[in-house]
């Protein structure tokens, strides 16, 4: 567990952001892992992403530790990629050797290294994220919107407790629970203020970051909350049907709108109508309507295929 001390004007100073270079960092760790949820982003990717060798050895060194100058804490709301890969070509080449050092990837000269890093960095994310970015984006600012109102009423404090489940807040700070229960020293902002960012490739997780640059919250946006609540696909279906579609269907148990689908895996309304479309007319699902609203429920085909293990 670890305690983040916070003052009445540690509050006050709380802002939010959304930041292209936690989003790619985050997206390595999703590439790696096995998760359900970004299995049909991760077979479309994973082709695209070999060969950058420079950027595989900093971003996944077998220490499992990145550098905390490829994630510099957002000065502006908004920073563009642009923005913040100028800010890591301009960290002090001391830094770049010490942080890549601590992560068990010595470095005899950063200088020369940064330049080819940034490169790839660039292209990783051409392939990988550029095509996501506006939804990316869309869903930050939808979370950022809604928690900034909650910011006003009923207050900071309140916008903390809601945060995340693994966050916890009582009068004077927050609590974070991490996988490991082990209890770490108490920290605090130091004069920081905290940006918190919605970082959609989080995952389950949210994470405290602290460096000399500042302190940062990466945590799930609400539609990936949802997305992560939903009931998961068997592997089966998923690896039949595709991971969304897998999901939707998965979700359809009971009767839902295509809003609620939606909303609950975090989706487009036009993604969620198009894959419902597919659905349907495979026969996995039929439409009914409820009044002014326009339901799907699975068929006893698509009972019978979700039922695969």
Same mark, same amino acid.
């Given at each position: +567990?670890?305690?983040?001390?916070? @003052?009445?004007?540690?509050?006050?100073?709380?802002?939010? *952001?959304?930041?292209? +270079? @936690?989003?790619?960092?985050?997206? @390595?760790?999703?590439?790696?892992?096995?998760? #359900?949820?970004?299995?049909?982003?991760?077979?479309?990717?994973?082709?695209?992403?070999?060969?950058?060798?420079?950027? #595989?050895?900093?971003? !996944? %060194?077998?220490?499992?530790?990145?550098?905390?100058?490829?994630?510099?804490?957002?000065?502006?709301?908004?920073?563009?990629?642009? *923005?913040?890969?100028?800010?890591?070509?301009? /960290?002090?080449?001391?830094?770049?050797?010490?942080?890549?050092?601590?992560?068990?990837?010595?470095?005899?000269?950063?200088?020369?290294?940064?330049?080819?890093?940034?490169?790839?960095?660039?292209? =990783?994310?051409?392939?990988?994220?550029?095509?996501?970015?506006?939804?990316?984006?869309?869903?930050?600012?939808?979370?950022?919107?809604?928690? $900034?109102?909650?910011?006003?009423?009923?207050?900071?404090?309140?916008?903390?407790?809601?945060?995340?489940?693994?966050?916890?807040?009582?009068?004077?700070?927050?609590?974070?629970? =991490?996988?490991?229960?082990?209890?770490? %020293?108490?920290?605090?902002?130091?004069?920081?203020?905290?940006?918190?960012? %919605? /970082? $959609?490739?989080?995952?389950?997780?949210?994470?405290? +970051?602290?460096?000399?640059?500042?302190?940062?919250? #990466? =945590?799930?946006?609400? *539609?990936?909350? !949802?997305?992560? !609540?939903?009931?998961?696909?068997?592997?089966?279906?998923?690896?039949?049907?595709?991971? /969304?579609?897998?999901?939707?269907? $998965?979700?359809?148990?009971?009767?839902?709108?295509?809003?609620?689908?939606?909303?609950?895996?975090?989706?487009?309304?036009? /993604? !969620?109508?198009?894959?419902?479309?597919?659905?349907?007319?495979?026969?996995?699902?039929? *439409?009914?309507?409820?009044?002014?609203?326009?339901? =799907?429920?699975?068929?006893?085909?698509?009972?019978?295929?979700?039922?695969?293990?």
């Amino acid at each position: +567990m670890k305690r983040l001390e916070l @003052t009445r004007d540690d509050l006050l100073r709380l802002r939010f *952001a959304h930041s292209p +270079m @936690t989003e790619l960092v985050t997206s @390595t760790l999703a590439l790696r892992a096995g998760s #359900w949820e970004h299995a049909r982003w991760r077979a479309r990717t994973a082709p695209r992403v070999e060969g950058l060798e420079l950027f #595989w050895r900093v971003l !996944a %060194p077998p220490s499992g530790v990145v550098a905390d100058f490829l994630t510099p804490v957002p000065q502006t709301a908004r920073p563009t990629l642009q *923005a913040e890969l100028a800010a890591i070509a301009a /960290t002090p080449p001391d830094r770049v050797a010490a942080e890549l050092d601590a992560a068990g990837v010595p470095c005899e000269d950063p200088a020369a290294l940064l330049p080819p890093l940034v490169e790839e960095i660039r292209r =990783y994310f051409a392939a990988a994220l550029a095509e996501l970015w506006p939804r990316l984006r869309a869903a930050a600012d939808a979370d950022i919107a809604r928690r $900034t109102a909650t910011a006003a009423f009923p207050g900071p404090s309140a916008l903390l407790a809601d945060l995340h489940p693994n966050l916890r807040w009582d009068p004077d700070a927050l609590h974070l629970d =991490y996988l490991k229960r082990i209890e770490l %020293p108490p920290w605090s902002l130091d004069g920081h203020p905290l940006a918190l960012l %919605p /970082t $959609t490739f989080t995952g389950r997780h949210a994470w405290i +970051m602290e460096s000399g640059a500042g302190r940062a919250l #990466w =945590y799930p946006p609400r *539609a990936l909350g !949802a997305l992560l !609540a939903a009931p998961a696909p068997p592997e089966p279906l998923a690896a039949l049907l595709g991971a /969304t579609r897998a999901a939707v269907l $998965t979700l359809l148990a009971d009767p839902a709108s295509t809003g609620d689908v939606a909303e609950r895996l975090g989706l487009a309304p036009a /993604t !969620a109508s198009h894959h419902l479309t597919a659905l349907r007319d495979a026969g996995l699902i039929v *439409a009914a309507r409820a009044g002014r609203r326009l339901n =799907y429920r699975r068929t006893d085909l698509g009972d019978r295929l979700t039922s695969l293990g």
